[in-house]
């Protein structure tokens, strides 16, 4: 009979070749079943371990499905109506994001891609939007997540799964830790509500500064001390008991009834510049002091008192470089002069008493015109210095009379009027005697 001429394995005829063909044709039928097998398996190389029920699996079921020749699929892969159901390593090209080596069918443009050897990429439309390395997941696109809340973050941790990030409102962003919120991220503002630690900083590295200019902020000083620096320096430091500035304040100018430095709960209460190279002592919304360059004034109605009675060793009123020295109050209605700590003098309702030894000095010898101790609304009239040794009185600007070592004198063409005694008095003296001058 003719020989099989089969072209794949479909072909062969299971009857042929019968008993009675010549032995001369066997190594032709040989050949025509080898020719069918390669033919029909042309891409087998190695040995194929899968069973029967293994092969019958990996039939494709789904037309749509199409495997390329890059396709490799182990014995352990299991397939089910187009999909892999279990076991088994899939190796396909690395690709591009524009053709990525895992696609779909009806999207050859989004997929899965080998971007190097540690490190997967995935695209849509071609694009890239998400990579995955060995250190990281960098996305690419805008991740967008569920709004969750402080309890279920709609970002967290797979084994804390009620600390992460969460949508806190409209354009509003939470940050919860143990289910409870700790802080929300406004658009104009940031709302902690645990408090905020930082590190202590220093003053050319302050641990709250700005992005603009990272030298200037607060940090910690030391323990308990807050400091403020501009520009690395530092300026001002505040401690447990107190306010310290290296530098000079600067202070708005405002009425007296908002002075600029004021108290709290009292801020009518303070200091303020009057606008005349001058500082105002506010009390309730009034001037009661106030200072400048021409001195220190009280202000209108208003008294200045010292705090109790002290003794001439230690005046209420002193100087800064002579404590000892000054006024103090001596008793009701009286006060005292001292000087280096002893009293010279007081005055009190009725007159003006100087201490045993201390004596009274004119600034001038002065004139009859105008004597040295003269009276506040007659300046002509008074005591002056006419001569060593002699006094000299006037009245009107005119010397009346005189007293010096030798004695008393009237000065000439002046009238004296003299309020003598009537009689004599014992140890000599003059008298009036009717109207007669007489000396005893």
């Known amino acids: 009979m003719a020989l099989d001429n089969a072209e794949f394995i479909s072909e062969l005829s299971i009857v042929d070749p019968p008993g009675t063909d010549p032995l001369n044709q066997g190594d032709d039928h040989i050949r ?7 033919q029909s398996f042309p891409n087998v190389n190695a040995a194929v371990p899968q069973t029967a029920a293994q ?23 299991t397939f089910q109506n187009g999909m892999i159901v279990s076991g088994g390593v899939i190796h396909g090209p690395d690709g591009l994001a ?7 069918g009806n999207d050859p443009l989004s997929g899965m891609w080998r ?31 569920l709004v969750g809340d402080a309890t ?25 830790t143990l289910g409870v919120e700790r802080m929300r991220l406004f658009a104009t503002e940031i709302r902690a509500q645990v408090p905020f ?15 603009a200019e990272l030298s200037t902020g607060m940090y910690r000083r030391s323990a308990q001390i807050l400091a403020f620096s501009v520009f ?19 202070a708005p100018v405002l009425a007296s009834a908002t002075p600029a430095y004021a108290f709290t709960g009292a801020g009518d209460t303070g200091i303020n510049y009057n606008g005349a190279n001058g500082v105002d002592a506010v009390v309730a919304g009034a001037v009661v002091f106030a200072m400048s360059s021409n001195g220190m004034f009280a202000g209108v109605g208003f008294q200045m008192h010292v705090d109790g009675d002290l003794p001439a060793a230690t005046p209420g009123w002193t100087f800064s470089n002579d404590g000892d020295t000054g006024w103090y109050r001596a008793g009701v209605n009286t006060l005292g002069f001292a000087t280096a700590g002893i009293s010279r003098g007081t005055i009190d309702s009725s007159a003006m008493w100087f201490a045993n030894g201390v004596s009274i000095h004119g600034d001038a010898a002065g004139s009859a015109a105008d004597p040295s101790y003269a009276y506040t609304n007659d300046t ?10 002699a006094i000299g009185f006037s009245a009107g600007g005119n010397e009346i009379c005189n007293i010096g070592t030798g004695g008393f004198g009237i000065v000439s063409g002046k009238l004296a009027f003299l309020n003598l005694p009537t009689s004599p008095s014992t140890g000599g003296s003059l008298w009036n005697d009717g109207g007669t001058v007489k000396v005893a």
Do not use: C
């Open 380 to 389: 002509d009239t008074g005591m002056f210095r006419r001569a060593v040794n």
């Open 55 to 77: 092969m019958a699996q990996m039939a494709i079921k789904n037309e749509a499905n199409t495997f390329t020749l890059t396709n490799t699929f182990q014995a352990s892969q």
């Open 232 to 250: 690395g320096v530092r300026q001002v430091s505040i401690f447990t008991n107190a306010f310290q500035t290296e530098q000079q304040i600067l």
């Open 98 to 104: 524009a053709a990525p080596g895992y696609t779909f």
């Open 152 to 176: 279920a973050p709609a970002y967290s941790f797979e084994a804390d799964t009620d600390t992460g990030i969460f949508q806190g409102g409209n354009n509003v962003i939470g940050f919860a």
């Open 32 to 38: 025509t079943v080898k020719r069918a097998t390669q």
């Open 197 to 211: 630690s930082a590190q202590p900083g220093t003053a050319a590295a302050p641990s709250h500064s700005f992005q």
């Open 115 to 145: 971007v190097s050897l540690t490190a997967l990429a995935i695209s849509t439309a071609g694009v890239e939007r998400l990579r995955i390395s060995e250190s990281q997941i960098r996305a690419r696109s805008p991740w967008r997540g």
